[in-house]
């Protein structure tokens, strides 16, 4: 059993293999995926289901990562999500903005399973079960 057993995340990222590999690790680890092409269709998606994570691309078209997190803060019923941010390079400027408006933590892409499943035992508090 998983800690992350029953758990939802969307994934908002323009690239399809990206999605594929996120969604991949996280069913490995327990949870549920939904995914999202760009932030307008994420913050659809959020809108629509209930939800326990949101990994979204900084990079994405029509609405990118850092103005989905910016939208999620701003709502009353979303603001305590929790989001990861995923990025190609860890820029302290995109980082540092990220963290001013809210974000839980971030991965650089490329990353693992267990790297992963760190990052989430920090970002969700859930009780018993392991991740990895």
């Known amino acids: 059993m998983s800690k992350f ?12 293999t990206a999605r594929r590999l996120i969604k991949d690790s996280l069913e490995q680890i327990g ?8 932030g307008n269709q994420a913050i659809a998606l959020i809108h629509q289901t209930t939800l ?14 850092l103005e989905l997190l910016r939208d999620i803060r701003a709502d009353d019923n979303m603001k305590d999500l929790p ?22 933590d971030y991965l650089v892409k490329p ?5 992963l499943s760190k990052k989430l035992d920090n970002v969700i508090k859930t009780t018993g079960g392991e991740s990895l």
Do not use: H
């Open 31 to 38: 949870f549920s995926c939904l995914e999202a092409e760009n």
């Open 52 to 65: 326990d994570l949101v990994i979204a691309d900084v990079n994405m078209p029509e609405k990118n990562g």
């Open 5 to 16: 057993d029953n758990q939802i995340c969307l994934i908002a990222d323009d690239y399809s």
């Open 83 to 104: 989001v990861v941010l995923t990025m190609l390079e860890p820029f302290n400027d995109l980082i540092s903005e990220a963290k001013k408006l809210g974000m839980n």
């Open 111 to 115: 990353f693992d399973v267990f790297t």
